[in-house]
Antibody
Framework: EVQLVESGGGLVQPGGSLRLSCAASGFSVNNYDMDWVRQITGESLEWVSGIRPGGETIYADSVKGRFTISRENGKNSVYLQMNTLRAGDTAVYYC?????????????WGQGTLVTVSS | EIMLTQSPATLSLSPGERATLSCRASESVLNQLVWYQQKRGQAPRLLIYDVSNRATGIPARFSGSGSATDFTLTISSLEPEDFAVYYCQQRITWPLTFGQGTRLDIK
């Protein structure tokens, strides 16, 4: 059974850092495009970052230079290192798998982890 | 960045009725349009990919149509579990973007 479990969210002051983790089971993260998508409470979804099977990474302009996505195949996990956090980064962060059997749509999502940036 | 505009923002219907949700793109996304359903407190769930293809396990009452810039998600006869928020998403270009959502409420 495919599962994605995020962790690492919490309360952090502006300018601070957090590292989110996404532990996968039921498939290998190095065989799929893996993305982070965030959702401000009550609002829509915003794509944040992605990592490809070949290791290529891509970022939304709003986080470029501050966030780093990575993958650890041995732990079958994906990470999002978030630095220089701002109030506008406050959101639930989801880890999601893109499946090219579904045209690259997100076929599995984690339950999300809440990041709150506030003093 | 491709903007997706969903309408209406809120749709109030009764079980058994037909729901028609719209998604308009600021430029053509060809057929690379996806629909998700999100219930309160849950992650989004994939419904439809590439405009009209149902994902595994999605009931036949859900259907998608459209092309280029105008797309529709139709739920032919609403079941109680269908009342949720629906998002469209384009995957033709970076950044991937989502619509602002249509909330489907029970009337």
């Amino acid at each position: 059974e495919v599962q994605l479990v995020e962790s690492g969210g919490g309360l952090v002051q502006p300018g601070g850092s957090l590292r989110l983790s996404c532990a996968a089971s039921g498939f290998s993260v190095n065989n799929y495009d893996m993305d982070w998508v965030r959702q401000i409470t009550g609002e829509s979804l915003e794509w944040v970052s992605g990592i490809r099977p070949g290791g290529e990474t891509i970022y939304a302009d709003s986080v470029k230079g501050r966030f780093t996505i990575s993958r650890e195949n041995g732990k079958n996990s994906v990470y999002l290192q978030m630095n220089t956090l701002r109030a506008g980064d406050t959101a639930v962060y989801y880890c999601a798998r893109r499946n090219w059997n579904y045209g690259g749509a997100y076929d599995f999502w984690g339950q999300g982890t809440l990041v709150t940036v506030s003093s | 960045e491709i903007m997706l505009t969903q309408s209406p923002a809120t749709l109030s219907l009764s079980p058994g009725e037909r729901a028609t949700l719209s998604c308009r793109a600021s430029e053509s996304v060809l057929n690379q349009l996806v629909w998700y359903q999100q219930k309160r407190g849950q992650a989004p769930r994939l419904l439809i990919y590439d405009v009209s293809n149902r994902a595994t396990g999605i009931p036949a009452r859900f259907s998608g149509s459209g092309s280029a810039t105008d797309f529709t998600l139709t739920i032919s006869s609403l079941e109680p579990e269908d009342f949720a928020v629906y998002y469209c998403q384009q995957r033709i270009t970076w950044p991937l973007t989502f619509g602002q959502g249509t909330r489907l409420d029970i009337k």
